[in-house]
């Protein structure tokens, strides 16, 4: 239904109920004609049927006659059983009801037939929702072939919350069988979700049991999802237990439900999931500090990188990180973390007392992340850093950035730097970003460069890769510009 693929139309019988067309669409055309050879009939007997001699008085119908008549002739033809009515609204008085409180008292025999009836709609939000209404009432009835019907919809192209709405109903009544019938898909990414839907709300129910049944869950791979599925509401109950259960886990599946153990502990409480973690042994510290620390730094960032750097003063946090690898590996997580999510943020971070030691390596990263959300700003910010070499470094990075993202924009904003020296640095780099896709026009703009050194080993650059998928071109290039001395064009030429 709604903006589906047409080829839903064409399911296999042995994956989705038949159903049969309505009878009313099939005989409309032909059930007009009666009605219209009777209206015919009566004109001709009136107009024949009467003396000429008739006066205009006697041939004239009042108005209240004429209703009569009117009235008097739909009625005649509905009582013969003849009459054919246009395919009216769905949504109509007259009609079946088709809101979300009927379907849900709906037998399976007339949930089937909704369902047929449901095909000749237009597609739409309309009959999508009502498509959503009948198979959440057929799962209540005949889960598994209702799962199957959503199942093969969503192959051609339904939504896929149109499963796992059925599913997580199975599941409510007999997670074990859902869980068995998810398994089975034949589809990767549909078996992961509804592996996923079923255990969600098989351990909000009772989470010892979904946790016993994932070692005989198949396939293998399924079982990894599975835990990690279960292990939120399992943790629900006590943090500490859960993650002990996790350890006891099988390698793969071990490592996923630790990851989400950790991850629903860290949002609840992050300094006492660190706290935890520090006290394990180093191989688990360093399976799952990364996870801990982009966690938390999402949550709480100064926080977090504090405690990174060893420097918490919040007596909450208990053990303070040791110096080491796993405190890097931590705070590197973290700090990349926040540069993903919040570049501005991070900068803000590092331009403070205590990020200051981390600026100047960080710069890049900062000013292209910047640029892929909001290129003017991580400008703005570039140009306002008082260090040169700290400005060059932000600078490059927003040029060999933008150069990915949108070409012709920054190409004209750096056209539009007044200082050279800054310019030569944005469009060095962004020769080198714009290269590998379109060398040619990298050679173009780098015969821009005012500084000589720089313009032709950039024009040098981008012309061998030019060479490699445009000899000819190339060639014409390198003859013809004047950005190259003669032993440089000879050089590349042989």
Not at 143 to 153: E, K
Request: with cysteine.
């Amino acid at each position: 239904m709604g903006q589906k693929n047409p080829r839903r139309s064409e399911a296999d019988p042995s994956k989705r109920p038949h159903v049969s067309r309505s009878p009313k669409v099939e005989h409309s055309a032909r059930s007009l004609f009666i009605p219209a050879a009777l209206f015919v009939g009566f004109l001709i007997g009136t107009f024949f049927g009467r003396p000429l001699f008739f006066t205009p008085i006697a041939e004239s119908t009042t108005p209240t006659e004429q209703s009569t008549q009117s009235e008097a002739t739909p009625k005649s033809v509905e009582k013969n059983g003849k009459s054919a009515q246009p395919q009216a609204n769905p949504f109509a008085k007259s009609q079946p009801k088709w809101d979300e409180k009927t379907i849900r008292t709906l037998s399976l025999s007339e949930v089937r037939s909704r369902l047929s009836q449901l095909s000749t709609w237009s597609p739409g939000a309309a009959a999508d929702q009502v498509e959503h209404w009948l198979v959440q009432r057929w799962a209540t009835l005949e889960p598994q072939l209702a799962c199957q019907y959503a199942y093969t919809a969503a192959l051609q192209g339904a939504e896929e919350s149109l499963l796992l709405e059925a599913l997580s109903i199975w599941a409510t009544a007999d997670p074990a069988s859902a869980a068995r019938w998810a398994g089975n898909l034949g589809s990767p990414s549909l078996r992961d979700s509804s592996i996923s839907t079923v255990y969600s709300v098989w351990a909000k129910k009772d989470s010892t049991a979904a946790a016993k049944s994932i070692a005989s869950l198949r396939p293998a791979s399924a079982r990894g999802i599975a835990s990690a599925a279960t292990a939120p509401p399992h943790a629900g109950k006590n943090f500490v237990t859960a993650m002990q259960w996790a350890r006891a886990l099988p390698g793969p599946v071990r490592e996923k439900t630790l990851d989400a153990i950790l991850g629903e502990w860290t949002k609840r409480d992050p300094a006492g999931a660190a706290a935890w973690l520090i006290q394990q042994p180093g191989d688990v510290q360093w399976a799952l500090i990364a996870k801990l620390a982009g966690d938390w730094v999402r949550k709480d960032p100064n926080a977090a990188l504090a405690w990174g750097l060893g420097k918490s003063t919040e007596v909450a946090l208990g053990s303070k990180l040791a110096q080491g690898p796993i405190q890097r590996k931590f705070f590197e997580a973290a700090l990349g973390s926040l540069i993903g999510t919040d570049p501005q943020a991070a900068a803000n971070w590092l331009a403070s007392p205590v990020g200051q030691p981390f600026f100047t390596s960080r710069i890049g990263s900062v000013a292209g992340r910047w640029t892929s959300m909001d290129p003017m700003e991580a400008v703005s910010w570039s140009l306002s850093l008082v260090k040169e070499p700290d400005r060059n470094s932000a600078i490059r990075a927003v040029a060999g950035t933008w150069a990915r993202t949108d070409p012709q924009a920054a190409g004209q904003w750096i056209q539009s730097l007044n200082d050279p020296d800054l310019r030569d640095t944005a469009l060095n780099a962004y020769c080198g970003s714009l290269s590998p896709y379109d060398a040619g026009a990298a050679a173009q703009w780098a015969v821009n460069i005012s500084a000589s050194e720089i313009r032709t080993k950039t024009v040098t650059d981008a012309i061998k890769s030019w060479l490699k998928y445009d000899p000819a071109a190339a060639r014409q290039f390198i003859l013809s510009t004047p950005a190259l001395d003669q032993e440089t064009k000879e050089k590349l030429l042989h």
